[in-house]
């Protein structure tokens, strides 16, 4: 990364954050204790849920000692309601860890906060970063897709071997003199403007920057396809348009013998997709817009469809004089034949 980008980058993303960004009861303090009680009830849990939480809890337990000496069922009973209990109980015993191995001093560097009980390296990060300005970026659901996004990746951000490489652009990219502000305001463009759909990239102060919002790719990515069991199958399916009519095929063989469907490839990104369907038919689509994750269960197996919408603006009409099982559909048309339940439900998204 050019040092150049990075430094404009982050002036930008800086800026905008300190007009824009979220005020929130745990940015009012560089207390590592403070930070690190809220971080861990931000996993598995809405920002407006915490703050209520976040504010009882450091009320009833004001120092790393207090909560260290209290009891497990007055513990338990503060976090009622939050969930995902084992939280509360890591809690407990990093707090009991800290009081006797530390004297009651949140420990100040990256790697002994991460060997403390139930901290991962995203909130080791946050806490390190933002207590103790130690410049170490986080990396969650935000960060990924926005950096995904930045950089018009297509790996996909469910692997761990995709996190690392993303650990490394971020610990390259924050700003070492402000890195508080700049995760916090990662945070805050993930959560405000660079969402999971529909980003308000007109409003992104970082777009300029964005090669997804240069190509257009800012409605796929980033890709996250979770690792599936043995019968299930990862599949990318797309509803493919030329003009006003669909692009459908007919099956032949398989589940879906005899009945019309969509175009679907076990492929694990859109860029994949796009050359398989090349390949095998010799005209060129571009996936334009991303749906869901559709889930549908056969007797003996689930498939799991990624659904896309897809615009070819070449005209098909030697594809299906190629592959008689292939042609296009008015939606009115569509009604008339017979397809499959499976592929409805993407069709469905768009």
């Not at 969930?83 to 006797?100: P, W």
């Not at 950096?147 to 652009?169: G, L, P």
């Not at 305001?185 to 405000?192: E, F, I, N, R, V």
């Not at 076990?266 to 390949?279: H, I, L, M, N, R």
Request: hydrophobic share 40%.
């Amino acid at each position: 990364m050019k040092e150049l980008f990075i430094k404009n980058f982050d002036h930008d993303l800086i800026f905008w954050y300190k007009k824009n960004g979220r005020d929130l009861p745990w940015r009012h303090t560089k207390n590592p204790y403070f930070i690190w009680i809220s971080e861990i009830m931000l996993q598995q849990t809405q920002v407006d849920t915490v703050i209520d939480y976040y504010r009882r809890f450091i009320e009833r337990f004001p120092t790393v000692n207090d909560l260290a000496a209290a009891g497990e069922d007055e513990v338990f009973k503060l976090w009622e309601g939050l969930g995902y209990y084992r939280r509360a109980s890591n809690l407990m015993a990093a707090a009991k860890t800290i009081a006797k191995k530390y004297d009651g001093c949140f420990p100040a560097d990256y790697d002994t906060i991460l060997s403390l009980k139930g901290i991962g390296n995203y909130t080791a990060s946050a806490v390190a970063s933002i207590a103790f300005d130690i410049p170490k970026g986080v990396v969650d659901g935000n960060t990924l897709r926005i950096i995904s996004r930045i950089y018009n990746r297509q790996d996909n951000i469910a692997k761990d071997k995709t996190k690392k490489e993303y650990q490394v652009v971020m610990d390259a990219l924050i700003d070492r003199d402000h890195p508080s502000d700049f995760n916090q305001a990662m945070m805050d463009l993930g959560a405000m403007i660079c969402t999971p759909k529909n980003p308000k990239c007109s409003c992104c102060p970082v777009s300029a920057y964005c090669e997804a919002h240069e190509c257009h790719t800012e409605h796929i990515l980033p890709v996250n396809i979770k690792p599936r069991t043995k019968n299930e199958t990862e599949l990318i399916t797309a509803v493919i348009k030329y003009g006003d009519r669909y692009l459908m095929i007919k099956n032949r063989e398989g589940l879906l013998k005899n009945l019309y469907g969509l175009i679907q490839y076990e492929v694990q990104s859109p860029a994949a997709f796009e050359d398989t369907f090349y390949e095998n038919y010799g005209i060129s689509v571009r996936l334009t817009a991303y749906g869901k994750l559709v889930r549908h269960v056969f007797t003996h197996r689930v498939w799991l469809m990624q659904g896309y919408l897809g615009v070819i603006s070449e005209n098909p009409e030697k594809i299906i004089a190629a592959h008689p099982e292939i042609n296009l559909y008015t939606a009115n048309e569509l009604e008339k034949i017979a397809i499959s339940t499976a592929h409805q439900k993407v069709m469905r998204l768009f």
